[in-house]
């Protein structure tokens, strides 16, 4: 191990993928840091990799002077996952001090939807149609919530009462306050993916890492109620993740896949300087051509890559021992070091 690599302690928020996080991290050698909320205690004092547990009541704590201070001491470089952009806005996470790995401008674009559409477009992605009026819906159309809100409150419209009916709920539960709040997408027919890559700029390299899919409450458990009840209640389908289910894709689908993804790279280096740096997820639905139309993307690791703790199929085609998602991060931040390029892989 450098010394300069020596100084440097791995952290992260103790949610999403954090396990998989500090785990690869403290293989790579790294001191680990897990910023955790007290309620989540339990959970995590259990795992010998995390070095150090820094507590708090709320994870925007993590934006207070003595926690950025705390981070600095140790020398942190923080690794973002989804919690973290679900907690704090593009504004906080711009804001502080502290080295986060990767490209923290593109969190804007992933947040906010018409930055991620003219990203999506820039990189020549198939990407559904959206409609910016409800008296437009003319066919199934998915209506969704902004932010990382992990599929929930999502639902399916198919003319505009059906769109208002949806709203009201929404409202009644407190989701949102308007229709104004919502977004709403042609519904593309087919199956999910989630295609995981991992780009360095210190090779110029793309990596696909691993494919799942999301195992979602209630619309994956809807057909295991027969149709006659199905109706009966009238069941509204809600895209709720409770976990992910590892995809091998035909090898036929593969050289689409990296076009994709290096599409992707190349957009976001003329969009988003410094570009996409590290881990991202392009998200769509297979159709029964078996082309990609991708809904969404996310400018960095995704709890999918938990599922490849040990590497997955498309990892062990790249590297010859147990790579996951984490430890790649970890991995990428190590060969910086040791090349005293880190200011290339962190902002
Ligand atoms: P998301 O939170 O955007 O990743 O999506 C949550 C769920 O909605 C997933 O099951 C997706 O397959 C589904 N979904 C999102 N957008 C679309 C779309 N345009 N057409 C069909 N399904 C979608």
Known sequence: MTEEKKGYSIATLGSHCSLQVLKGAKDEGFETLLVCERQRLNLYKRFKFIDEILVVENFNEILDDSCQQRLRQSNSIIIPHGTFIAYLSSEQIEGISTPIFGNKWIFRWEADRELKQKLMENSGLAIPRSLKSKDDIEELCIVKLHGAAGGRGYFLAWDKKSFDEGVEKLIKRNAIKGEEELYIQEYVSGVPAYLQFFHSPITNELELMGVDRRYESDVDGIGRIPSRQQLAVQLEPSYNVVGNIPIVLRESLLGEVYAMGERFVEAARRLVPPGM??????????????????????A????????????SPYSDLIFNEPMSMGRRVAREIKIACENGVLQQITT
């Open 277 to 298: 740096t590290g881990p991202f997820c392009l998200e769509g639905i297979y159709d029964r051509e078996g082309k990609f139309i991708t809904f969404e993307f996310s």
């Open 300 to 311: 960095r690791i995704v709890a999918g890559t938990n599922l490849y703790l040990d590497g």
